[in-house]
């Protein structure tokens, strides 16, 4: 009997992954510079605005984020921040990603991954 992929149709790149996760972590707070500077703070990776936004842009497409605009503020120029919020769908798959990762860690041999630091 062939086992199915709970994860099937709803597949995240690693940076997909790392920007839902993000906006998840910023929760109401989760804007396109915000969700750069954190990405850069926590991974020590630099996340370009238009790489975030590209990301947004297709986890709003697969309905796993959405957004909406906050009020316009003087230090913007009178521009609205676009606030992304994790979807029902989105947190889903992010526990799915999760309850994966730690099955697969937990088959995970001790000898498999030794290593020596310094």
Do not use: C
Not at 38 to 62: M, P, W
Not at 72 to 98: C, D, M, N, W, Y
């Amino acid at each position: 009997m062939e086992k199915t992929n709970p994860m099937r149709g709803s597949y995240l790149g690693e940076f997909e992954e790392l920007v839902l996760l993000t906006v998840a972590v910023l929760y109401d707070e989760a804007y396109g510079v915000a969700i750069s500077e954190e990405i850069e703070q926590q991974t020590g990776r630099a996340a370009s605005i238009s790489a975030v936004h590209a990301a947004l842009n297709r986890l709003s497409d697969k309905g796993m984020v959405t957004s909406h605009l906050g009020g316009a503020t003087a230090e913007r120029g009178g521009r609205r921040k676009r606030f992304f919020t994790v979807t029902p769908a989105g947190s889903k798959v992010l526990h799915e990603i999760r309850h994966q990762r730690q099955q697969l860690w937990a088959q995970i041999p001790p000898q498999a991954l030794r290593w020596k630091m310094g």
